[in-house]
């Protein structure tokens, strides 16, 4: 199992949503965040931002459906621009269900 981490623009973050639900991919957690990437925020006038608000989405899948979760998020949340986001797999050893004690997706 492995757990995708995807920071992208909130504004897209409904979009992203529903094309992750039409390729199955139903259960998620979805977070309001702050950061920065190379861009180093952005400067408005004289104001410079340092920290714009973003979007998390944390899925776990099986290994097997990495890939297209992937491509998935790359065609929804992708503008072409600066700040678009990014995905971030790591390994996920072990789930249990609070409710039940199971463990496994």
Known sequence: MEMVRAIIRP?????????????????????NVYGRGKQKGIKVGDVQYDELPKTMLMLVVNERD???LIDTL???AG????GDGKIFISPV????????GE???
């Open 11 to 31: 504004n897209l973050a409904d979009k992203v949503v529903c094309a992750l639900e039409e390729a199955g991919f139903v259960s998620m957690t979805r977070s």
């Open 93 to 100: 050893d072990a789930i249990y269900t609070i409710r039940t």
């Open 79 to 82: 503008t072409g621009n600066l």
């Open 103 to 105: 463990s496994g997706l």
């Open 66 to 68: 990495t890939q297209r």
């Open 74 to 76: 790359m065609k929804s």
